[in-house]
């Protein structure tokens, strides 16, 4: 340094000022790297060496990105990249972009980060640099975020991703919480397809948690339908539980309990349907008994198929179902109203 002092030859101390930076810098000496950068920033300046003050300001834009201070790195990259196109740099442009496309990504703008790598990109095709291994690995990692910017406009994806994610009960309850797609038909499918290529490619335990998610899914839609539902969807649904119940069998019998309590609440919801909104009471009665020969335990379904054989005036078939329901669930509220209902229809012989 000195001996270029003593010769004035500003270009070489600034550049060996800019070397020094770039060891502070990798050294994490930041203060350090910030003071020769500026020294060598005017230095340049008065040699007119604009592809040195460039190089100096990409390093800039670097130093601050890494410390997380978005603005002052976006302003850096900007001016190098002024520099850069006045001396019609390639590699410059092409790498202050990226980092400039990178700086994007960790602020979260993932939109903001791709037609800055499409730019670089397109200045790679058309000076030589296409094949170059650092921009093909650039081309690799860009594949990889307009992967995950597809994902993130996804709703279905996010949710899914985020479930896949989950790694505790807290994680599953707080990802069923902020995605409410996966309370919907479409997770379910979309879940069951995963298991079933995860069996088709030999990967048993991912399929057997896949199908453990299920069960928190069916839950989950259950609770967000019990009112309202479509009916092919949700024949679709119980379609899909009766399914699965053979895969959770082999995996653990509590499991496939639970998948066949699910298709028997699925299947009340249903008959609910038919009977209050359809008013087809045969469709009603036959999606009850559907019901329970998945769990021929459900009270709930004995009893509301008893309320459809009285509206159907079957009174035997509606005395078989009140009694069954009451030896399960004795104290009942609506045991009382039903069997009223039974003896007005069918009054007792004096």
Not at 64 to 81: F, K, P
Not at 223 to 239: D, L, Y
Not at 267 to 276: I, K, P, R, S, V
Request: charged share 25%; hydrophobic share 45%.
């Amino acid at each position: 340094m000195p001996l270029y002092e003593a010769e004035q030859a500003r270009l070489g101390k600034a550049n060996t000022l800019k070397s020094l930076g770039d060891l502070e810098s990798w050294l994490g000496n930041v203060d350090a790297a910030r003071r020769h950068y500026d020294a060598a920033l005017p230095l340049y300046e008065a040699e007119q060496a604009r592809l040195g003050k460039a190089n100096t300001l990409q390093s800039l834009g670097d130093l601050e990105s890494r410390l997380g201070n978005v603005d002052a790195a976006r302003r850096y990259y900007d001016a190098a990249l002024q520099y850069y196109r006045l001396e019609q740099e390639p590699g410059g442009i092409i790498n202050t972009l990226v980092s400039r496309a990178r700086l994007e990504m960790g602020a979260g703008n993932v939109e903001q980060a791709l037609p800055l790598y499409d730019e670089a990109f397109r200045i790679a095709d058309q000076t030589g640099f296409a094949n170059h291994p650092v921009v093909q690995e650039m081309r690799r990692e860009y594949e990889g975020i307009r992967e995950l910017a597809s994902v993130q406009k996804d709703p279905l994806a996010r949710g899914l991703a985020a479930l896949l994610q989950a790694n505790s009960d807290a994680a599953l309850a707080q990802a069923l919480d902020e995605h409410p797609v996966l309370h919907q038909a479409d997770a379910l499918f979309a879940l069951a397809g995963l298991a079933n290529q995860a069996l088709g490619a030999g990967q048993n335990e991912v399929a057997v948690r896949l199908v453990v998610l299920m069960a928190a899914l069916l839950d989950a839609y259950n609770r967000s339908h019990s009112e309202q539902i479509e009916p092919q969807q949700h024949q679709a649904v119980i379609g899909l539980c009766a399914g699965t119940i053979p895969l959770a069998e082999q995996i653990h019998a509590d499991l496939a309990r639970a998948f066949r309590q699910q298709a028997a609440w699925a299947c009340n919801t249903l008959g609910n349907h038919y009977a209050d909104v359809a008013k087809d009471l045969d469709a009603a009665v036959a999606a009850y008994t559907r019901g329970l020969g998945f769990d021929p335990t459900d009270a709930m379904l004995l009893r509301n198929r008893a309320g459809v054989h009285l509206d159907r005036r079957d009174a035997v078939a509606a005395r078989a179902d009140i009694e069954a329901a009451a030896a399960l669930e004795p104290d009942a509220p609506r045991l009382a109203a039903l069997r009223e209902q039974l003896q007005r229809l069918q009054p007792p012989v004096s």
